[in-house]
């Protein structure tokens, strides 16, 4: 039946406009699940069922490619959502971009002026110890923040 098809795409439509604080980590879970829907559904129906699935299953997707790197920030350091809006596969990558925005904005990371050092050596050793502490500091503070639970779904993550 196509209504099986297009049953949880009314079901998503309802839920996000229904929702009182939908954040972006909401809508990446919604919109993983209908493309897992669809690409379950664009391989095993009738032929017909199989070409309504795949033709929005690549709208979808050439949708999902313009917002998808936007969201991966916003859905980790969303408290209700972090890692379970990602597939397995998808969480190194994830994790990779929120590590090198963090050491980007991080103001501990902004260069401070070196002591004035002698040789070439003592430089570059100076610069790569600076470098990896303040690096092994902000991978502890982002591992520790993935290892709190995740906030319950009635709690409004939009509320500071």
């Known amino acids: 039946d196509t209504i099986k098809i297009l049953r949880p795409i009314n079901d998503a ?10 954040t972006i980590g909401d809508v990446r879970i919604v919109m ?3 493309l897992v829907h669809l690409d379950i ?12 699935a795949s033709t929005i299953k690549a709208k979808l997707e050439v949708y999902w490619s313009l917002i998808h790197q936007s ?12 890692f379970s ?6 969480q190194p990558h994830a994790k990779f971009t929120l590590q090198k925005m963090y050491d980007e904005y991080n103001p501990n990371n902004i260069q401070t002026a ?3 050092l002698t040789s070439t ?10 470098t990896s502490s303040n690096n ?25």
């Open 13 to 22: 439509t309802e839920l996000l406009s229904g929702s009182s604080y939908l």
């Open 32 to 34: 993983m699940s209908l």
């Open 41 to 52: 559904n664009s391989v095993k129906n009738v032929n017909s069922q199989v070409e309504v």
């Open 71 to 82: 969201f991966i920030i916003a859905t980790l350091l969303n408290s209700r959502t972090k």
């Open 85 to 90: 809006a990602f597939f397995q596969d998808d």
């Open 114 to 116: 070196l002591p004035r």
């Open 121 to 130: 050596h003592s430089i570059f050793r100076a610069l790569i110890q600076s």
């Open 136 to 160: 092994q500091y902000n991978t502890h503070e982002i591992e520790q923040y993935f290892q709190l639970p995740l906030e319950a779904d009635h709690i409004n993550s939009l509320e500071w």
